[in-house]
């Protein structure tokens, strides 16, 4: 952390390049085309309905089968780019690019074509790593730290846009941590012109080394608008070193589920800031054995600080499974250090959360408050709401569309397992949790609600 802070203190403002073309002369032998080929089924949609004997039969049959396909099996083509990251011939694209390929073609720069063999892929940060063999050494490239380029610096793209065969495109740093759609998301923003085709090629600093591969654009009618997504750099290297030993990814797993804090999340735990992550379950895993529970803030995970739920959930990933990390969290206003030994996220995937405890409810009766009308667990509620028959906690028959509970996305049928982070099984013990709350002059009180199995903290206000 130190020596990125330290480059990024050291790093000067450049002037706009007289001219691209040494750099790009440079750094050109190393960026590739790629053709891959898959067999596709044949023609679907309408065929033409006609009754079977009808004299109109042949007609149609000879007009589906012009040009002598039908409905036989035919071969696709795409395009896209690519970048040699090695002499012996590992080369890096975009899993959308090659997915579903049979055959990989790599086209060079220098006008020679070889065939490649697919190591591994990874969707999620839409990364793959291909291996193509060569007589010569191969002329490749070298990835840099994407964390140090700042908005503004100037950078260059390079790839096969719309199939016209290599290209160069020059611009600046429009933004950086953009999020997209996914979990590992961390993309560059340029206003350098990437379009079709493009998709896998390298995004250059002024330096020659890679800090982004292109992967997307945003755009109303499929061409540039100068608004492109650059995987950073430092994802791809994680991923890429991944897929050259293991053939796959290998991400650490805590095993959680996490929402951001926010400032009313914040006053009802007492913090003093809204920052770090928020356990709302601690399903069968990790963490659990590690002594995590739900309620609990971290606010540090192997020495680095989290800021929030993204943050986490990339340095968790980024960590090697198996390693025994230390988990700083905030557990009603204390600081606990936790000791979690990281499992593999793509083994635990679908995995199903922990059960809720085991309570009985008192007699049925209900309760408003808060905008929430609620009522203890019934048998009969309990099949409304799908709920196992040891399920605990108060449901919540209505909501009042003016309260700040609606707002805040409660709706009937919600189950209230916890309110001040301890266990509600009847309505007297929700009254004792916000009686306690108002005496430690809190201002809200922090809910544990569920929705269809999936766990959710709320503050809501006391005074309401």
């Known amino acids: 952390m130190v020596l990125i802070l330290s480059q990024s203190l050291m790093a000067h403002a450049r002037g706009a390049p007289e001219s691209f073309a040494d750099l790009a002369e440079r750094i050109s ?4 085309n790629i053709t891959t080929s898959t067999v596709v089924e044949g023609r679907g949609g309408p065929q033409g309905i006609v009754p079977e004997g009808s004299p109109f039969e042949d007609f149609f049959r000879e007009f589906q089968d012009r040009g002598g396909e039908g409905d036989r099996p035919r071969r696709s083509s795409a395009l896209g780019s690519g970048f040699v990251i090695s002499e012996d011939g590992y080369v890096v694209t975009n899993n959308h690019v090659i997915e579903g390929a ?19 892929t990874d969707p999620n940060t839409d990364i793959a790593l291909l291996k193509v063999e060569a007589e010569e050494p191969l002329k490749f490239v070298s990835f840099g730290d994407s964390d140090t380029g700042r908005v503004g610096d100037w950078v260059m793209a390079m790839g096969n846009p719309l199939g016209q065969g290599f290209s160069v495109s020059a611009g600046i740093i429009s933004a950086r941590n953009r999020a997209l759609s996914g979990t590992y998301d961390d993309y560059i923003q340029t206003d350098a012109a990437i379009n079709r085709g493009n998709s896998g090629g390298p995004l250059f600093n002024m330096d020659g080394d890679v800090i982004g591969v292109n992967t997307a654009i945003l755009s109303p009618n499929g061409g540039s608008i100068g608004i492109g997504f650059s995987m950073a750099s430092n994802v791809v290297t994680k991923v890429v070193d991944q897929l050259k030993e293991f053939g796959e990814t290998r991400r650490g797993w805590l095993g959680v589920r996490i929402q951001d804090v926010t400032e009313d999340l914040a006053e009802s735990l007492g913090l003093e800031e809204a920052k770090g992550a928020l356990v709302s379950d601690v399903p ?6 590690g002594g995590v529970e739900a309620g609990d803030v971290i606010v540090n995970f192997d020495g680095v600080a989290v800021e929030d739920t993204r943050q986490l ?32 996220r793509e083994e635990a995937e679908g995995k199903a959360p922990a059960a809720v405890e085991d309570d009985t409810p008192e007699e049925p009766s209900k309760l408003e408050l808060m905008g929430l009308t609620l009522s203890p667990l019934t048998d ?8 196992d028959e040891k399920a605990t906690g108060l449901a919540v028959v ?11 996305g409660l709706r009937a049928g919600d189950l209230i397992t916890e309110a001040g982070q301890n266990p509600v099984a009847d309505l007297d013990s ?12 809190r201002k809200s009180i922090l809910l544990l609600v569920r929705r269809g199995g999936d766990p959710r903290f709320v503050a809501l206000g006391l005074t309401e």
């Open 430 to 441: 929700l009254k004792e949790r916000i009686d306690a709350a108002k005496e430690a002059g």
């Open 313 to 344: 959930v990339r340095v968790v990933a980024n960590a090697p499974v198996g390693k025994t990390v230390r988990v700083v969290v905030n557990r009603n206003g204390e600081t606990q250090t936790l000791k979690v030994t990281l499992g593999r």
């Open 29 to 32: 032998p190393s960026v590739v």
């Open 380 to 387: 009969e509620i309990r099949g409304e709401l799908g709920l």
């Open 284 to 289: 069968d895993g990790p963490a659990k054995d």
């Open 102 to 120: 049979d055959e990989i073609l790599i086209e060079f720069f220098e006008g020679f074509e070889l065939p490649a063999k697919l190591i591994g």
């Open 398 to 408: 209505a909501v009042d569309e003016t309260s700040t509970a609606f707002e805040k």
